[in-house]
Each structure stands twice: as C-alpha cells, then as structure tokens.
C-alpha cells in the first residue's frame, strides 16, 4: 500500500512539474520572443481568433461605459454613437490585430525598458501567476503602478495569449474621455 501512495505521489508531483514547466517556459519564450523582436513566436505563443474576438468585446464595453457615463449626450445619439464605434472598432480589430502588424509593433520596441528574459526567474514567477482555472492564467503587467492582466490558455503543452483586460476606469485615468 505505501508503494502505491508513493507511486501516486511521485506521478503526481512529476505531472505538477510538467504542467508547471509548460507555463513557465511558454512565459519565457513569449517574453524572449517580444524582447528578441522574433516574428515567428507570435503564430505560436499568440491565439489570434481569440484575442481578436476578446479585444473586440474589451473595447466594446469600455466605449458603452464611457458613453452611458456621459450625460450630455441624448440616448438617440449614444445608440448611433456607439452602433458606430462598435462597428468601428471590428474593422479596427480584424486589420490591426495580426502576425504582421504585432511584428511592426515588436520592431519599435525599446528593450531598454524591457528586462532581459531569465529562465530561472521566470520560475520564480509562480507567486505572480493568476489562475482562472486548469487550462488558464493571467499575468498582471505592471507599468507606472497600474496593472493589467494578460489572459494565456493551455494549448496541449504550451500556453497562448488569448486577452489583455482593458478596463475603462483604467484607460480613463490614462486617457482622458
């Protein structure tokens, strides 16, 4: 009986090991990827579908708070503002969110705000990972005491970017509405 417990237990501390190494190196490739300008590691740490799908339903929410928060406006003119925007903002989503344009973004990138990928301390990041459930995770970026969480899912043994919450209290204290 206690070589079975400890068969169970060795099995399932080496499927912990597996399934956390997984998160761990697709965070370090991702990171790697954006800090090394590849191109190639958008088709493989990024779900386009989704996060085009997400970032759409992001902004949409943060344009319908920012215009049921505006009193001047009449409901007629909010309805046809925001038909409009949420259209708008389709189009903007499906031309802009893809392999070559994230490519174009990744070349402006200054690394010298970017730290230099780490292995083992992306092993350590445990204590800032975020679980939603089983098959996903967020990870908060931080930059000038804000935070915002960036959606990854499990896909067999990596993991993809699928969000990154947009929240409108956010973007309205950095972006004036």
């Avoid at 301390?121 to 996903?136: A, E, M, P, S």
């Amino acid at each position: 009986m206690k070589k079975i417990f400890k068969k169970l237990l060795v099995t399932l501390l080496l499927l912990f090991l597996i399934y956390y190494s997984s998160i761990v190196i697709s965070l370090y490739n991702f990171h790697k990827g954006i800090y090394n300008k590849q191109k190639n590691f958008l088709e493989k740490y990024v779900n386009f579908t989704k996060l085009k799908k997400n970032l759409t339903f992001e902004i949409n929410n943060i344009i319908e708070q920012a215009l049921k928060n505006n009193t001047s406006i009449d409901p007629a003119t909010k309805l046809l503002a925001f038909t409009l925007s949420k259209s708008l903002n389709q189009n903007f989503i499906k031309k802009y969110v893809n392999v070559n344009n994230l490519s174009s973004f990744l070349e402006q990138i200054n690394n010298d705000k970017i730290p230099k990928p780490n292995l083992l301390k992306t092993y350590l990041i445990i204590v800032k990972i975020n679980f939603v459930n089983l098959d996903n995770f967020f990870v908060n970026y931080e930059n000038n005491g804000e935070s915002i969480p960036i959606y990854f899912e499990r896909n067999l043994f990596h993991w993809k970017l699928i969000n990154i919450n947009l929240d409108y209290e956010k973007l309205k204290r950095v972006i004036k509405f």
